[in-house]
């Protein structure tokens, strides 16, 4: 890679593949390299994750609940709320909940 004369930046440009394997996300670094011809400054890595396409589009989900402690026989209900981001609320989303036993 090399910084052209008369400019102070130089763009790598990375492009991903699509392929037909489902994957886990895969991390993406980049790590400058000491040389004699520079000094390395304060950032010396860049770190982009890799979603795979075939889950890329697929919104995400977050749990939470209205309180962290109940009382026995004083606190009647518990509200959790599950809430997806994504753009398209147009389709029901079957969400799949699983309990621990209580101790």
Request: hydrophobic share 40%; glycine share 2%; no cysteine.
């Amino acid at each position: 890679m090399t910084i052209p004369a008369g400019s102070q930046s130089a763009s790598i440009l990375l492009t991903p593949i699509l392929d037909s394997q489902t994957e886990a996300d895969e991390t993406v670094i980049l790590k400058l390299e000491p040389s004699t011809n520079y000094q390395l400054g304060v950032s010396t890595q860049a770190t982009a994750i890799l979603q795979d396409a075939s889950t890329a589009a697929l919104p995400s989900l977050s749990l939470t609940s209205t309180k962290t402690e109940l009382l026995e026989g004083s606190d009647t209900s518990l509200k959790l709320v599950l809430t997806r981001q994504t753009a398209d609320l147009s389709q029901a989303l079957a969400v799949y909940i699983q309990t621990d036993s209580w101790k």
